[in-house]
């Protein structure tokens, strides 16, 4: 089913978190700007159940074998952002996939456009002995992210590069996952989820952290951040988050 694919990974974030937490992912910092990510995701079953019906729809055949992950489609996603490499992409089971990949600069791993160039997701400084790395996402910059994953013109497709790319009222963005959900859950039991749902990020640096702005410390290298769902649905404000660490 090829239009579902496009949204995939963002659909599987929001239905991640509100799974608690399906989606596994990791920064680890070499040095200054290199490093690796690691992504797991684990494909919750009201988001395979809801793909499943798209399918269905457009007149594929659905069995619990079937894995809505397109592999092919992701690779060249990941082929448009000259800053990073994909190492692995490896389908653990018909509902989890793993995505390893390696980038020379964590500032320029996402396509060059004039909104990431200006206002990058990533940006790191020097002062001495300390190095800080900075994240912002805001509704432009959102755009290189997007750009990754080849999106379709179908409904969902661009209800979703809609919802990112101009934010939106959190109030407003609840009852929009409330009505995509309701005939696969409670509407109360969608929204206490909503409620609850957040999406965790790790970034392991190289060096003893000293600072952390927007997160919490995991470990003397590691820092957690923590966003909550409808906030990062919405961007509004934009999120920030920092970490600064000994070199």
Not at 15 to 37: K, R, T
Not at 73 to 87: E, K, P, Q, R
Request: hydrophobic share 45%; net charge negative; charged share 20%.
């Amino acid at each position: 089913m090829r239009n579902a694919t496009p949204v995939l990974l963002i659909l599987s974030l929001i239905l991640a978190a509100l799974s608690s937490c399906s989606v596994a992912s990791s920064i680890q910092l070499e040095d200054a700007a290199a490093g690796n990510v690691n992504t797991r995701i684990t494909m919750d079953p009201l988001l395979r159940e809801y793909l499943g019906d798209l399918a269905e729809v457009q007149g594929a055949d659905v069995d619990e074998s079937t894995s809505f992950f397109d592999t092919a489609a992701l690779t060249a996603g990941f082929a448009t952002a000259d800053g990073i490499s994909l190492t692995g992409l490896i389908l653990e089971a018909p509902e989890t996939l793993r995505i390893l990949a390696s980038f020379a600069d964590i500032q320029h791993i996402f396509p060059g456009n004039i909104d990431t160039r200006s206002n990058p997701v990533f940006s790191f400084r020097r002062s001495g002995n300390t190095g800080t790395l900075n994240i912002r996402i805001d509704s432009r910059n959102v755009a290189s992210i997007l750009e990754m994953i080849p999106m379709g013109s179908d409904p969902v497709s661009q209800t979703v590069t809609g919802v990112f790319q101009n934010g939106g009222d959190e109030e407003e963005l609840k009852e929009m996952l409330i009505w995509t959900f309701e005939e696969y859950a409670p509407a109360d039991t969608i929204e206490r989820m909503i409620d609850s749902a957040a999406i965790l990020l790790r970034i392991q640096v190289p060096g003893r952290i000293e600072n952390i702005e927007g997160g919490i410390r995991h470990s003397a290298d590691t820092a957690e951040f923590r966003i909550p769902l409808l906030r990062f649905m919405s961007l509004n404000p934009p999120l920030e988050f920092a970490v600064s660490y000994s070199l």
